[in-house]
């Protein structure tokens, strides 16, 4: 009996550890190709706007990508139907060509932050479009791309 309440217990703390995300999802990429026409739609609820938020974005690439960095346009769609757009880039690599992301078997995933501390004015669904901004329309090597929200420990 002791045995069964300690293995309980090993897998409660090992269940409750690791990030806790507000949203936690990742979009595939066909054929690991990311085209112009590949548009990755992410929508998520906020209810409390009280509160402050981090957002991450994961790209998950093969180790052996041929650029430095890729660049990716992030279109905010707010729940009043208003949008706004940035263009953000992502340094795969340091400048001595290690790679920034965390690799295993041929695939990296690299993990950024795309605001640190942001508040939502509104309550209801924001949805964010991410599309990849690069000079060519096909861009291999890129398998997915993950968005998680998560609730910043410092408040407003």
């Known amino acids: 009996m002791r045995s ?84 953000l880039s992502f340094d795969f690599f340091n400048s001595k060509g290690e790679n920034n992301g965390k690799c295993s078997s041929g695939q990296c995933t690299l993990r950024s932050v795309i605001q640190e501390n942001a508040f939502f004015r509104q309550p209801g669904e924001y949805q964010i479009l991410i599309e990849q901004f690069m000079r060519q329309d096909s861009v291999p090597g890129i398998h997915s791309v993950g968005l998680m929200v998560e609730k910043s420990p410092k408040s407003k």
């Open 4 to 87: 069964i309440v300690y293995s309980f217990c090993i897998v409660f703390c090992f269940a409750s550890c690791g990030e806790n995300y507000h949203y936690d999802a990742e979009k595939t990429i066909p054929n690991g190709v990311w085209t112009y026409a590949d548009s990755l739609l992410f929508a998520y609820n906020i209810s409390d706007t009280a509160s402050k938020y981090n957002l991450y974005v994961d790209i998950i690439h093969a180790d052996t990508f041929e650029t430095q960095n890729i660049y990716l346009r992030f279109h905010t769609i707010f729940p009043d139907g208003k949008r706004a757009s940035s263009v």
